[in-house]
């Protein structure tokens, strides 16, 4: 190397540490309270750890939503949600489209299990926590293209609602027996 490169290295490395030791990354700087970083970070993690306590606890009496009339909100994480679990596990072999556990929704994307003109939509909206009938409900969708741009869709009959909703009550009802076991 000539001693001309030596020398812009040099330079280019002591801009380098200039420049990074000047970043706020690595001072300790102060907020408008007063506080460092480091004291901020502490007191967010005390506050998202307070939170997680807190839905946790709200969870076991209420509704994935909250209730209605000024009650407390509460929730239900989505790993500890039978009801939810059961939905993905029945629904595992057609595509989704939305999955949205806070607004209580699974909708899957038009489906057909062979090459067809038919094709099927299901939409699973969460009422509850609990596992019963009235936790769930169903809608589903049938549409049939005679050509790439001539679709007609309808909704599929109760009957078939009703079975889609007694394969997840039947899977959740399941998940909870075992859930219950091992506590």
């Known amino acids: 190397m000539s001693n001309k490169n030596i020398h812009i290295s040099k ?9 990074l030791t000047s970043c706020s990354y690595f001072k300790k700087d102060k907020n408008a309270e007063g506080k460092t970083n480091e004291q901020d970070k502490v007191e967010r993690k005390k506050k998202i750890r307070s939170a997680n306590i807190d839905e946790k606890v709200n969870a076991s009496t ?3 939503f909250g209730e209605l009339g000024g009650k407390q909100n509460t929730f239900q994480f989505s790993t500890s949600n039978v009801l939810w ?5 029945t629904l595992e072999d057609i595509p989704l489209l939305e999955v ?7 909708v899957t994307d038009w489906y057909s299990p062979k090459l067809s003109n038919e094709s099927i939509k299901i939409v699973v909206n969460f009422l509850d ?3 019963k009938a009235t936790s769930i409900k169903i809608k589903t969708f049938k ?9 007609e869709t309808k ?9 889609i909703k007694a394969n997840i009550l039947s899977k959740a009802r399941e998940l909870k027996i075992n859930d219950d076991k091992k506590k």
């Open 155 to 163: 909704k599929l009959s109760q009957e078939f609602n009703q079975k």
């Open 129 to 131: 926590n609990e596992v």
């Open 85 to 89: 679990r059961a939905s993905l596990s």
């Open 143 to 151: 549409k049939k293209c005679i050509d790439f741009n001539k679709c």
């Open 11 to 19: 330079f280019i490395t002591i801009l380098l540490i200039l420049i």
């Open 62 to 64: 209420g509704t994935i």
């Open 100 to 106: 949205d556990y806070s607004g209580g929704m699974i």
